[in-house]
């Protein structure tokens, strides 16, 4: 009976997603410019798409992980690695380099380099006594984070001005300019992970009940752990270089979903999660483009909403 209501739900949300998407596809479309309009159009909803799952599904499992409903990998810095090899590699080899040019290239570098720092915070934060502590956790991140912003800062400051049009693309999240390049290897590492981690979805309802509980219960907790976090690094890898950073995004959509549907199966969960991010960022962005004009931004609503959603979550856990 509950299942059924859950599912009701997501059929609601999968009907206002569609709906969505099709006001922001064909909204002011007439015989003369839809040819070009939709050609603009449909790479931009196929990259919001891409990004809002992204997002989501990396938020979702990675409080799973660490036994969180605050966390999101926006705080353990991965976001700032990624900038933080953009701008050492325009500071290096200058932004004509081939890494730079070559899109395809600069996001299978950046995935590999955000892999191997996942696999070191896995080392450092995940002992297997199991005493890995969540303030140590924030702390780390936060430091981490801090580090990263600041050396990419610094080196934003003394390259060339030409060289730092380059990255500004790159600093903050924007639908209006997306990587569309990305998007062919983007659905192809999607898909795989797809793949590779749905027999594991049921695996995240067991670690819910904590580490000591799952492992009773047949997990291999540390492994899969690992698994989790080179899927959110990968994750976070796709959604950043298709648009950028932002940063409280999966907090918000995450929490919704736990509040819209109460279940604690990730199979719905994480469907729920992923349609809350695509219709709050295609109909966002549809405000931005036909309503403001962009006299706005929505990684600027974004994360003026989910900052303050956020400290609403820090004083609520609190008490």
Request: glycine fraction near 6%; charged fraction near 15%; proline fraction near 1%.
């Amino acid at each position: 009976m509950k299942d059924n209501i859950d599912k009701k739900k997501l059929y609601i949300l999968g009907i206002v997603a569609l709906f969505v998407i099709g006001l922001f596809l064909f909204e002011g479309l007439n015989g003369i410019n839809w040819d070009y309009n939709l050609s603009k159009r449909i790479p931009k909803v196929i990259a919001i798409a891409i990004t809002g799952g992204s997002i989501a599904f990396s938020s979702m499992i990675f409080q799973t992980v660490t036994n969180n409903r605050i966390l999101t990998p926006s705080i353990l810095g991965l976001d700032s690695l990624y900038m933080f090899v953009q701008t050492i590699s325009v500071f290096l080899f200058g932004a004509s380099s081939i890494f730079m040019i070559n899109r395809n290239m600069n996001f299978m570098v950046s995935v590999t380099i955000m892999l191997v720092g996942t696999l070191v915070l896995y080392k450092i934060l995940f002992k297997k006594d199991g005493n890995s502590n969540i303030f140590f956790l924030l702390l780390v991140g936060t430091v981490l984070g801090t580090l990263f912003k600041s050396m990419t800062s610094f080196m934003q400051v003394i390259i060339d001005p030409n060289e730092f049009e380059t990255l500004q693309s790159k600093m903050f999240a924007s639908f209006a300019n997306v990587n569309t390049d990305i998007l062919l290897i983007s659905v192809i590492a999607l898909l795989i992970i797809f793949v590779l981690f749905y027999d594991d979805v049921k695996k995240l309802d067991v670690m819910l009940l904590g580490r000591d509980q799952a492992i009773n219960l047949g997990i291999d907790f540390d492994r899969f752990s690992k698994k989790i976090l080179i899927v959110v690094a990968v994750l976070v890898s796709i959604s950043t270089a298709l648009v950028g950073q932002i940063t409280f995004l999966g907090l918000l959509v995450v929490n919704l979903s736990y509040q819209f549907l109460n279940t604690y199966k990730h199979s719905y969960q994480i469907t729920g999660s992923i349609l809350i991010s695509i219709i709050a960022l295609i109909a966002g962005q549809f405000i931005v483009e036909r309503i403001l004009n962009f006299g706005s931004t929505i990684s600027i609503i974004i994360n003026f909403i989910g900052g303050i959603y956020f400290i609403y979550l820090l004083m609520k856990e609190g008490k």
